[in-house]
């Protein structure tokens, strides 16, 4: 165990290193020059090269790399005499348009996109996992059909386009709901339930529509499958037989699938964040893409690659305890 | 279930691969899936969606307009370039209305924008089918070391935050060919997906009687993979491939609606939706008409898929 342990955590690394080398690689590239960019257009090129010289940007690339990489584990300091300063681990570096320490800004984005994964999560197991479950029990009823439509439409409504009809009818129309907006739960708790309430549902509607498909073809599969037949034979009960035998393999790949989708919500759920304004990490994310501010965009891409991979170990290792056969190493 | 994660746009994930039968005739296959009411629905659906796609510059000829011109009589300055006489501006000089502000043809924007949407999404998957049967063909018959290497890539790409680093990525591109540069983003953190099941299957294919009998009777390894294996792939590679499209379509609209896809003026499904997302209140058939078609393409094609994917798994061929 402590084998596999080490092994794991060494690829983690591996995956976090390469996505950030690569990040780097993309700016250091390809990437239109951010000096030129802050200067604006009347700008001399003596200007621009001492712009260049204070961000940085005139050393080699692995000199840059260096810098960024100790700047995360050791911190970072700026500038020399009165205007130093000190930015401590982990130090992602400051906006080019703000100014902001890109560590303080993550931090102070998280807990919306915190909130809305975590409320769409809850919304989307719940129905996701219950539907397909009594559809795969109940095949071909009434129930099951409703689902498979449910999912069908679910999965191939583009999550903006929903957004913005929904917005359109509740908000726009009807009147029931608040233009979404980040409000802190401890400022208001009605205009924060109101201002969620949207965006969860459309979240969890999209993921709700692929968990029902991926939970009621596992169910099915192993209702067929020799053990649950045994079961069944020895003449145990209906319900027993599905709670005893058949819920736990055909929800181990859920598990698999859910620490995924959510840590990927945690970083950032770009497209839902950005229709409905919410200030969350992924709507962070996409301004800085439109105003090519590098160092933050390095920060939200490290942070989505560091929540993805925790949440891939940690899926891994919840597996040897959900799946005996896992644990012997006979997959 | 080649659906991408739906806010992580992302890539299909490949759950669900059909068992595979004895290799069923392509014939049989689309004769018992024509047969089914809801599959038939969606072939017609998508045949029509593809003939607007083809046709286009004919279409083009027949209203008058292009993609691009600029129609000032069809908007009213007054009110901020609203589409005249509601319904967004839906006319018959003008089929499905107009692009408020500025006039451009919906009808013809939405023909060139299949074109656009389609043209990515079915090079992507061609790309990423060839290259994902040919590698995962490769690690699951051959193994060993080709296997640990191929399955390494695919793990890593896998647990990859693919979406925030395709922005990333195009957006640091702003120049070049979008659309090149869109299929080879969608393609790089695609092909992982049919590799790992193709890998599977051609990994249980390997030990089967009669690959041990082409083996015996002095077969070459590679006469074995084109003769015995990869027809028998044939079943799985379809099904994954139709429903890796829709979730192409999906992923282009998705990164072209956060500004960093197809550029305008070339019109595309999801950066028509963007656009409507500042005029949807006033002018909700701006936002409606690409949603619907955005939304038909990819349900077809989830449709079909799903069917392919039964027929096969029931051996339900005669």
Redesign the interface.
């Known amino acids: 165990m402590v084998g596999y342990l080490v092994r794991r955590l060494a690829a983690c690394v591996?995956?976090l290193a390469?996505?950030c080398v690569?990040?780097f690689m993309?700016?250091f590239w390809?990437?239109?020059d951010p000096a030129a960019q802050i200067c604006g257009k009347t700008c001399t090129p003596d200007r621009i090269a001492q712009i260049r010289a204070n961000l940085g940007l005139d050393q080699p690339f692995l000199e840059q790399l260096r810098v960024f990489v100790s700047g995360l584990f050791a911190g970072r300091d700026w500038g020399t005499g009165a205007d130093a300063m000190h930015c401590a681990a982990p130090c992602l570096g400051y906006s080019f348009q703000t100014n902001e320490s890109v560590t303080d800004l993550l931090i102070d984005r998280l807990p919306v996109s915190v909130t809305l994964a975590t409320g769409a999560a809850v919304l989307w197991l719940l129905v996701g996992v219950l539907g397909g479950l009594v559809s795969a029990v109940r095949r071909d009823s009434l129930w099951d059909k409703g689902v498979l439509a449910f999912g069908?439409?679910g999965?191939?409504?583009?999550?903006?386009?929903l957004a913005?009809?929904l917005?359109?009818l509740l908000v726009?129309k009807l009147g029931w709901l608040p233009f979404p907006r980040a409000v802190p739960f401890t400022e208001d708790p009605v205009l924060w339930f109101e201002s969620y309430l949207m965006p969860w549902v459309v979240?969890a509607i999209?993921?709700a529509a692929?968990y029902s498909?991926?939970v009621r073809?596992q169910v099915i599969d192993t209702l067929e499958q020799g053990f649950v037949r045994t079961a069944r034979a020895k003449g145990l009960q209906r319900h027993l037989v599905l709670r005893r035998h058949a819920l736990r393999p055909s929800l181990t790949?859920v598990v698999t699938?859910f620490g995924?989708?959510f840590a990927?919500?945690l970083?950032?759920?770009?497209?839902?964040e950005?229709?409905f304004g919410l200030d969350g990490v992924g709507k962070l994310?996409?301004d800085s893409?439109?105003t090519?501010d590098q160092p933050v965009?390095m920060g939200?891409?490290l942070l989505?690659?560091l929540?993805?991979?925790v949440a891939?170990l940690v899926v891994d290792i919840s597996y040897r305890f959900l799946d005996p056969r896992v644990r012997r190493g006979t997959p | 279930m080649a659906i991408p994660a739906p806010d992580t746009v992302g890539v299909p994930s490949g759950a669900g691969a059909p068992a595979s039968g004895a290799p069923a005739s392509g014939r049989a296959v689309v004769r018992d899936l024509l047969r089914r009411p809801g599959a038939a629905i969606a072939v017609g659906v998508l045949g029509l969606i593809g003939a607007m796609a083809l046709a286009a510059p004919l279409l083009a000829g027949l209203t008058g307009w292009d993609q691009y011109s600029f129609d000032p009589s069809a908007i009213d300055s007054y009110s901020g370039g609203l589409p005249r006489g509601g319904w967004g501006g839906i006319s018959g000089d003008h089929w499905f209305g107009v692009e408020p502000g500025n006039g451009r043809d919906m009808f013809m924007r939405i023909a060139y924008g299949a074109r656009v949407s389609l043209a990515i999404a079915i090079s992507a998957t061609v790309l990423t089918t060839t290259v994902g049967v040919v590698l995962g063909t490769l690690a699951g018959y051959f193994g060993g070391w080709v296997d640990t290497g191929l399955s390494r890539a695919m793990d890593f790409l896998m647990a990859f935050p693919a979406l925030i680093f395709m922005i990333a990525l195009l957006s640091a591109l702003p120049g070049g060919n979008r659309p090149v540069l869109l299929v080879l983003v969608l393609s790089v953190f695609g092909w992982p997906y049919t590799a790992r099941v193709v890998r599977g299957q051609a990994l249980s294919l390997r030990n089967q009687e009669f690959v041990e009998a082409a083996r015996a009777s002095g077969a070459s390894r590679w006469a074995i993979v084109f003769r015995e294996v990869l027809p028998n792939l044939r079943g799985t590679i379809v099904v994954l491939a139709t429903l890796a499209v829709p979730s192409y379509v999906a992923t282009e609209a998705g990164l072209s609606f956060l500004g960093v896809g197809v550029t305008p003026p070339t019109p595309s499904w999801g950066q028509m939706i963007a656009s409507a997302a500042t005029w949807y209140a006033v002018d909700p058939l701006f936002l409606v008409i690409p949603g619907a078609f955005l939304f038909a393409t990819v349900v077809a094609f989830t449709v079909i898929g799903d069917h392919l994917k039964s027929i096969l798994d029931e051996g339900a061929v005669h």
């Open positions: 591996i995956v390469v996505v690569f990040t993309i700016f390809f990437s239109p069908l439409v999965i191939s409504l583009p999550i903006y386009f913005l009809v917005q359109y726009v979240l999209v993921y692929m498909r991926i073809s790949p699938l995924m989708d990927a919500l970083g950032g759920a770009l497209i839902t950005t229709v994310a996409s893409m439109a090519n965009i939200v891409t989505a690659a929540l993805v991979v891939n």
